[in-house]
């Protein structure tokens, strides 16, 4: 079955500084990969996704996440985090067989300290 | 466009209501999506329809019932709710076709339901 974890729920940065948040996947094949960002109240904005090709994919607003087959990893990085970047942001793997089923992970929720 | 606009943002209703959330679409999509997203967590499948077909209901109970009218319209019909059902409702749209029927989902903005 597949599932997708993020283990961490809660991440505090300082404006200016790096962030990684962490995302582990179990799938039976290449998965489909997203990540998305949601604010308060909101929808949520893709920010990236990955099918296949080179494992380094950029996204909008300066994200860019790169799928480590090894590892089952599909880390999402910003080298310089911004105050509007504070929101919560879930990874998702897609069930490529299975009528577009998309699985959510928990979520890791990002503040930016001034 | 890649806008997926659902209407109303928000609602109140009794437990012995009966309303509808209504979401649309215009990028010639032909799978779409309701979800649930209670408060802290992340959203909750209930629905897909691939083609104006229903292709999975994960279990939703009856008083949820979802319509797909036209590919670029779909609708969730309200009966008889309970408070436990409040929360922000979510609907996605994706290419669903052929190889690319696992696209990436676009999400609309939401409908907050509170069920009094």
């Known amino acids: 079955a597949q599932s997708v974890t993020q283990p961490d729920i809660h991440i505090t940065v300082s404006e200016g500084a790096s962030l990684e948040l962490r995302c582990n996947y179990s799938?039976?094949?290449?998965?489909?990969l997203f990540w998305y960002v949601q604010s308060p109240g909101q929808g949520l904005q893709l920010l990236l996704k990955?099918?296949?090709?080179?494992?380094l994919v950029q996204g909008i607003k300066g994200f860019e996440a790169e799928f480590k087959r090894s590892q089952s990893s599909f880390n999402l990085r910003k080298p310089s985090v911004h105050w509007s970047d504070a929101a919560e942001y879930f990874c998702a793997v897609g069930a490529i067989y299975n009528f577009n089923k998309f699985y959510f992970g928990s979520g890791t929720k990002l503040n930016v300290k001034p | 466009d890649t806008e997926v606009t659902q209407t109303p943002k928000h609602l109140v209703m009794g437990m012995t209501n009966k309303k509808s959330l209504k979401c649309e679409q215009h990028?010639?999509?032909?799978?779409m999506y309701w979800y649930k997203q209670k408060a802290k967590k992340p959203p909750e499948l209930m629905f897909v329809y691939s083609y104006e077909k229903l292709s999975i209901n994960e279990s939703v109970p009856s008083r949820f019932s979802p319509e797909c009218p036209n590919s670029s319209l779909l609708n969730l019909h309200l009966h008889a709710l309970q408070p436990e059902d409040s929360a922000l409702y979510l609907c996605?749209?994706?290419?669903?076709?052929?190889?690319?029927?696992?696209?990436?989902?676009?999400f609309g903005q939401g409908t907050r339901l509170t069920v009094v």
């Open positions: 799938y039976g094949a290449t998965p489909y």
């Open positions: 996605a749209s994706s290419q669903g076709t052929g190889e690319k029927r696992n696209t990436e989902a676009f």
């Open positions: 990028m010639g999509h032909r799978a």
């Open positions: 990955y099918f296949s090709g080179d494992t």
